[in-house]
């Protein structure tokens, strides 16, 4: 209301001077007379507070009160039985209090209007109760405000007010809906131990120095969207039995939430944390939000438990070094976040997405119970995911207490996708990559695997769903195999559908570049079943030619592509098994050649030449299959494993018998050790 505006009720007017305002002062008329309160005669004066009793309704608005007037009043409405003043409806809209206003201990038992009031002293309201609505908008506190363990059972609205010295609302109680919409608390203000029963509304206030809220009860909803903390902000053991508004509230100085109780959603999106941002043992029963908040120091989460989802998706981590350890039951959402400093992070959580996160600068990554999803998460320096086998330890050596988690739920690690991710820098220890994307990884070839990361295995159970039978051989296999084989016409059981689109032209290289990283860490024996799955997916690509896809079948066929020892000693021994039936059949003359020698004498003697021939091996009749022949089809057949002529007597075809033998059979023998070699070699 401008001065120079007269006001909606009849006022005196007194003292105006009509050059500066026209309207000096605004105080309406007492009932009879023409004049405020404070400009009433003597008389009259006392004639109006003489007919005031206890529990009266009073209306003096716009009038100029100085504190002798004031308690004047008071003691005209103080209850004998009590000692404190009782009123009725109390209307001091617009009024003015020159000294200290005293209404501690007073009972407004109606409405209570101070809208627009300037307090120019203390205001001291402590004790008092409201039974109806209180009315504070817009009102100036220019010396302290105490309502500390003040009463409101109706509604109490301060939207607006301004409060230029301490505020003190400690231990007080709203039963109703708490207003503090756009107030201006420029001491500090005190709030601790109060209770709001109904809703809380602080958005857009502005606290300039300390805002002490500890212990505080907020058993509807609390909003302080957009509210403004320049000091320190404590809501240290505060409880939020409703949702928690704080969406673009700035935090100046440190924020304290230790220790404090959220029991339905909490909202910090898009909060600004310019000091530290402490929720040390903080407990979220419900959602929280810290969407595209900004952290400026240090992120204290340590044994925060989250038991519903955390979301902290676009927030900005500037300079903090520790993000927990917390306990998170849900889904823990850092996709989009940046963290601009080396920063150690260790969650117990159900499931971390880390989709399109930023790392600055060097991190380590320590996990239990988790599924991470890693997809086109970005880091310029070393970065280290690892899982935890015991549960992590506090500061103070405690360790942290796990109740979300069932002790049957399993402690172990397991990655979902790394996809886009570039993994020149990326070390992943005691992981469970079974079900892990890695199709659309970049420098896949010189990720880092430590301890002990387990791959998905092929199913290894023989299925008789079609003819011949068919049986994979164990070994590791990536989940995206296992999606495309389980798409496949007459897919066999054990192989696991999924979401995975890669086919065998996309998994060859990531294959790959798997047995690079294994061959670069030493481990040969995982390489090698790596090297397995990069044939396998060779020979199933649609772009190779008919002769290459012919001549990786046999060589699947007959060796595992030289890792399966067991399948070519198998060929080995069906191989000199049909040579020994071969040759015992076929190969092996009947009888052994006799050699004649024939020469002639010179007559009267001299040099006698001999001519030696040898009759040719005979084919055989009769019995073929005796112990003799055996041993020499024996001898035969295995010299020609070892690549050796044995020097028996063979028929035409037993000679190319073992020709045959010759060249297939050393060839099976070195696939053999080939693939024993891959095996066991470091």
């Known amino acids: 209301m401008s001065t120079s505006e007269p006001p909606a009720w009849p006022h005196c007017a007194r003292g105006a001077d009509p050059a500066a305002d026209p309207v000096t002062c605004r105080g309406i008329h007492v009932p009879g007379h023409t004049a405020c309160l404070a400009h009433l005669a003597d008389a009259d004066r006392d004639a109006y507070l003489a007919g005031l009793t206890p529990g009266a309704s009073i209306d003096h608005r716009g009038t100029p009160f100085n504190e002798s007037l004031l308690?004047?009043?008071?003691?005209?409405?103080?209850?004998?039985?009590?000692?404190?003043?009782?009123?009725?409806?109390?209307?001091?809209?617009?009024?003015?209090?020159?000294?200290?206003?005293g209404f501690r201990a007073a009972a407004f038992e109606g409405d209570a209007w101070f809208g627009s009031a300037t307090f120019k002293g203390d205001a001291e309201f402590g004790a008092a109760t409201f039974k109806g609505d209180a009315e504070f908008g817009a009102a100036t506190f220019k010396g302290d405000a105490g309502f500390r363990a003040a009463a409101f059972e109706g509604a109490a609205w301060f939207g607006s007010a301004t409060f230029e010295g301490d505020a003190g609302f400690g231990s007080a109680t709203f039963e109703g809906a708490a207003g503090f919409e756009l107030a201006a608390f420029e001491g500090d203000a005190w709030f601790g131990s109060a209770t709001f029963e109904g809703d809380a509304g602080f958005g857009s206030a502005t606290f300039e120095g300390v805002a002490v809220f500890e212990s505080a009860t907020f058993k509807h909803i609390a909003w302080f969207s957009s509210a403004a903390f320049k000091g320190t902000a404590g809501f240290g053991s505060a409880t939020f039995e409703g949702v928690a508004g704080f969406e673009l509230a700035a935090f100046e100085g440190a924020a304290g939430f230790g220790l404090a109780a959220f029991e339905g959603a909490a909202g910090f999106g898009s909060a600004t944390f310019e000091g530290a941002a402490r929720f040390t043992s903080a407990t979220f029963k419900g959602d929280a939000r810290f969407t595209s908040a900004t952290f400026k120091g240090d992120a204290a989460f340590g044994s925060a438990t989250f038991e519903g989802d955390a979301w902290f998706s676009s927030a900005t981590f500037v300079a903090a070094d520790q993000f927990g350890p917390l306990v998170c039951a849900g889904r823990l959402v850092l996709s989009g976040v940046m963290f601009g400093s080396p920063v150690t992070l260790s969650f117990a959580v159900r499931r971390l997405e880390c989709r399109r996160t930023r790392w600055s600068s060097t991190a380590e990554i320590r996990l239990r119970y988790a599924t991470v999803d890693f997809a086109h998460a970005v880091f310029e320096y070393p970065l280290t995911i690892a899982a935890e086998p015991d549960p992590f330890v506090l500061n103070d050596g405690r360790p942290l207490a796990e109740d979300p988690f069932p002790s049957a739920y399993g402690q172990g690690v397991r990655m979902a996708s790394l996809r886009g991710v570039d993994a020149a820098h990326l070390v992943l220890a005691d992981l469970d990559l079974s079900e892990c994307l890695f199709t659309g990884t970049v420098h896949l070839d010189q990720l880092r695997l430590e301890g002990a990361c387990t791959f998905n295995t092929a199913p290894t159970a023989v299925h008789w769903r079609r003819w011949p039978p068919v049986r994979f051989t164990e070994r590791r296999v990536l989940a995206e195999e296992h999606h495309w084989r389980a798409s496949q016409p007459g897919a066999v059981q054990g192989w696991v559908p999924g979401t995975g689109r890669a086919g065998p032209l996309q998994l060859a290289p990531v294959y790959r570049a798997l047995r690079k990283a294994f061959e670069d860490g030493k481990h040969e024996p995982?390489?090698?079943?790596?090297?397995?799955?990069?044939?396998?997916?060779?020979?199933?690509?649609?772009?190779?030619?008919?002769?290459?896809?012919?001549?990786?079948?046999?060589?699947?066929?007959?060796?595992?592509?030289?890792?399966?020892?067991?399948?070519?000693?198998?060929?080995?021994?069906?191989?000199?098994?049909?040579?020994?039936?071969?040759l015992m059949a076929f190969g092996l003359a009947q009888d052994t050649p006799k050699q004649t020698a024939t020469g002639t004498v010179p007559a009267g003697g001299g040099k006698v030449t001999f001519e030696i021939d040898k009759d040719d091996p005979q084919n055989p009749t009769g019995d073929r299959f005796t112990g003799k022949r055996f041993e020499k089809a024996l001898n035969v057949t295995l010299n020609s494993v070892v690549f050796r002529a044995s020097g028996q007597d063979l028929t035409t075809a037993g000679t190319y018998i073992e020709m045959t033998s010759r060249f297939t059979e050393p060839v099976l023998l070195g696939l053999s050790a080939l693939a024993i070699r891959n095996r066991v070699k470091r």
Do not use: K, Q
């Open 526 to 582: 995982g390489a090698a079943d790596f090297y397995y799955g990069e044939m396998e997916m060779r020979r199933h690509a649609d772009d190779i030619p008919r002769s290459e896809r012919g001549l990786l079948t046999a060589y699947w066929a007959l060796s595992g592509y030289g890792l399966r020892a067991s399948r070519a000693l198998a060929w080995l021994g069906a191989a000199m098994l049909l040579t020994i039936v071969l």
């Open 71 to 101: 308690i004047a009043l008071l003691n005209a409405l103080r209850d004998s039985t009590t000692g404190h003043p009782r009123l009725g409806d109390a209307w001091f809209l617009s009024a003015t209090f020159e000294g200290d206003a």
